[in-house]
Each structure stands twice: as C-alpha cells, then as structure tokens.
C-alpha cells in the first residue's frame, strides 16, 4: 500500500498565507516547475503569493454595461482550472472516510474536461491510479493534458451533453472491480463544499479588495455561473449568505436548455450543460436561469483570443495595453459564456456602477486552439470588420431573452427535475430528494469543513510524526 497523502485543509486553501513558511516556500517553486510532487496541492487556491486574490474587471468598453463585472480566473491553479480544488476536496474527503486507498484502488473521474483533468493530476500526485471518462468529442487538448499528468481516459460516445454515457459506463466499470471507486463530481458534496467555502470566500475577498481600491461602496449584487457539476454556483450560496440581495443566476446553452424549458439537445460550451440536474446543485437558491448561444462563446472567445480582435479592443475601443494583457488568454469558451451571462445581468437587473457582478473564468485558451481552428477553417480568418461586428453584437448586444426568474413554481420544478436522473437511474431515494428542498440540509454540509479540516490536520501530524 502506497502511503497517505493529505494537503491543505479548505481553510488554508482559501488562506494559504497560513500555511507554514517553509511549506509555502517549497510549493511557490513546485508550481514554476509544474510539479506532481504532492506539496503542489497547497497551491490549490484563488490567491497570488502576496495574498490578493487573482481576478480581472472587465473592462467597460467591452462589457457596454455600468456594473463593474469581477471575473475571478483559474487559469492560475495548478492544473490550468479551478475544477482541480473539486478533485482534491472529493479526493480528501472519501480518503478521511477510508473509502479510497492508494496502491490499492483505482479512481474513476467521470468528467467533461477540466475537473477529469484536475483528478488526473491530483490521483498521481497522492498515489492512485486514475481513469477519467471523457466524451470522445472534447477538444484535443484535454486528451493530451490527462495522459501527460500520468492518468488514463476512456472516451464515451457523443460531447459534452452526453453524461448519460459517462454514468453507464461507470456502472460498468464498477461491476468489474470492488477497487474501481467513481468520483462523481456530479453528486458528491465535497465539490459543493469547495466552491461554498473556497471560491465563495474569495469572491468576497475580492469584492472587499475592489473597495479598498477606489470602488467606494462595491457590493456584491450577483454571482453568475453556468451549471457543469453545479460546483462553481455554490460560491453564490456563500455570497448570499454574506449580502442578502445577491442575486444568484444560472446559465445554459440554448443548445441545451434543461433547466429552462425541460430541453435537450447538444451543444459545444465544453464544460457547462450537461443534460441533467446536478445533486449538488442547490436549484432553491437561484434567483434566475439564463440562457447563452453556444457559437456566440466561440465567436467571442475568438475575439479575445486572435491578434486581430485584441487589435481592434486597444484600436477602435481604447482599452489599454495593460487591460488587454489582462483579457488575452485569460478565458476558455465557458469563461466567454460567464461573461455573457454577466452582462445579461448587469443589464436584467439594471444594476449601476457600485453593484458588482462576480463571475469566474473557469480557464484560459490554452485547451481551445483546436476547437479554435476549426471555427476559422468554417468561417475563415478573423478581421477587423468581423471582430467590430461581434463585440457590437456578441458583447454590446447581449440580449435579454431566454430569461427565467427564480419564482416558487419555476424553483419547484428544476428540484423535481433531479427525479429521473437521482431516483430513477442512480439510486437516491424520494426521502432524499425531498430532504434537500429544506434550506438546513445545506447548512449541514456547508457544516462539515470544518470537521473534515480537523480530520485533515490530524491525520497529517499523524503522518508526521509516522516518519
């Protein structure tokens, strides 16, 4: 048996300043040379090594709205994506309930992308074999990303809506092995208490930062955020708690609208839209459900990406050559979805210069250039006409169709929409499914950090004192 691995508690990954010195001294050079050494799991965080947290202000000339919108970027954890707290915090957590094992038992990632990647690169730096399941239509990048952080994948038919898939094949593996153990991102709350915890927390240190900075009186007003695992939203259950009018806002593909209408369909925000209603996604806490067009991601994206679009941004819309740094490479195509929806918000709620909009850019660019030039190879090489025609269009002209509100009825309905696929093929029970419409459900699990951190910290003096 491999030994136990144990990193950061939730605490210090939300306030890795607390970490001890020497610790922190080592993981700063573990993540400039990109390291599986496991002391690179204490730079699971939201924080640059001054303590500030890594976001972005969307500039105003881009956005066309009044709000401010704070993006908070992944680009900087370990892996390339924030999804790789999620794999570490599900990891810890069955590792302290002794439900996994390393050099005993193989771990199972059923993903879309970046949290198969982040289970890939957390799996082999504490010492398990790991498998991810991936739609075979994902971008290429991402196939690349899990075989060299030393996991393996399984393609499952169809792309990013095809989760059915994922699970069937699960199923199978699971009927293989006792030792296949699946880490369902999709239903397991240690996803959820990452992103209630973590990146809620650092939302509102952002925000606070924001102030202290010259935004007098900024206020979180909303935290937007498309539904993958429904991981990510939970930072709005944080931020609510914190100020009582933010409004929390979900986002689909109109490709796929789900949650929306009970729709279906496929679509290519890789990441989001997933065709069901995540278990951890706490669908009584929105306050609405928006829709964005899968090629408008791409087109934006593209905008932000190419030489001729940043051209345009600095050119034609003055930004600076400092905020362009900023913009370029910082977004992945659900990143663009984010910000659509952030402005559709900002717009919806006619919020005003001090009413924050919080969203996150899930990664960067870097697992997109294929799926990049297969849009130039359909609709050519970007020009500066055609970047004017989209920013006019994708960003300015965010409509405000394909809206939602939170109401009773429509919160009733996307809860009883987790039926067919908890109950019915996964094996909740009804009393399940109804305990989670009481708002104290939630508290209980938000709860746990702080016992599963006391357990962390234990079994890592343990461990210590071991050796």
Request: hydrophobic share 40%; glycine share 10%; aromatic share 8%.
């Amino acid at each position: 048996m491999t030994d136990l691995i144990y990193g950061p508690t939730f605490e210090e990954m939300l306030y890795p300043e607390r970490v001890a010195p020497d610790l922190r001294k080592r993981a700063a050079l573990a993540v400039e040379q990109k390291s599986l050494d496991p002391v690179n799991l204490f730079n699971i965080t939201w924080k640059d090594p001054a303590g500030g947290v890594r976001y972005l202000l969307v500039p105003p000339e881009l956005s066309g709205v009044r709000a401010p919108i704070l993006v908070l970027l992944g680009k900087y954890f370990p892996t390339g994506s924030h999804k790789v707290g999620a794999a570490y915090s599900v990891m810890v957590e069955k590792q302290i309930q002794g439900e996994i094992t390393p050099g005993q038992d193989t771990l199972i990632f059923p993903s879309t992308g970046n949290y198969g990647i982040g289970g890939a690169w957390v799996g082999t730096s504490m010492g398990y074999q790991s498998v991810v399941l991936l739609p075979a239509n994902m971008s290429r990048e991402r196939f690349e990303l899990i075989t060299a952080y030393g996991a393996t994948y399984i393609k499952t038919p169809g792309c990013e809506s095809n989760v059915k898939e994922i699970y069937d094949k699960c199923t199978e593996l699971e009927a293989v092995s006792s030792h296949n153990k699946i880490l369902n991102q999709f239903e397991v709350m240690g996803n959820y208490r990452f992103h209630w915890h973590v990146t809620g927390n650092s939302a509102l240190a952002a925000v606070t930062e924001l102030a202290k900075g010259g935004l007098t009186g900024a206020r979180p007003a909303a935290f937007v955020s498309a539904m993958g695992s429904g991981g990510t939203i939970a930072a709005g259950d944080r931020l609510k708690q914190a100020a009582a009018a933010c409004k929390i806002v979900g986002l689909e593909p109109m490709q796929c609208p789900t949650l929306f209408n009970n729709g279906y369909g496929n679509h290519d925000i890789q990441g989001i839209g997933d065709r069901h209603v995540t278990w951890i996604h706490n669908v009584n806490n929105m306050d609405a459900l928006m829709c964005v067009d899968d090629l408008s991601c791409k087109r934006g994206l593209q905008v932000l990406a190419d030489p001729v679009g940043m051209s345009y941004l600095g050119k034609e819309l003055g930004i600076s050559p400092a905020i362009l740094a900023q913009l370029i490479g910082s977004f992945g195509i659900s990143g663009i979805c984010n910000l659509l929806g952030a402005i559709k918000t900002a717009k919806y709620y006619d919020f005003g210069e001090r009413d924050v909009v919080i969203t996150v850019a899930t990664d960067a660019i870097d697992r997109y250039h294929s799926v990049l030039n297969e849009l130039t190879s359909v609709a050519g090489q970007l020009t500066e006409h055609e970047a004017h025609a989209r920013v006019a269009t994708i960003f300015h002209g965010a409509g405000l169709d394909w809206i939602a509100e939170g109401t009773v009825h429509e919160r009733k309905r996307w809860h009883n929409l987790k039926y067919y696929t908890w109950v019915e093929q996964q094996g909740k029970t009804m009393a399940d499914l109804d305990a989670q419409r009481d708002p104290d459900w939630w508290l209980a699990e938000q709860a746990k950090v702080a016992e599963l951190d006391r357990a962390i910290r234990e079994r890592r003096t343990a461990l210590i004192a071991a050796h």
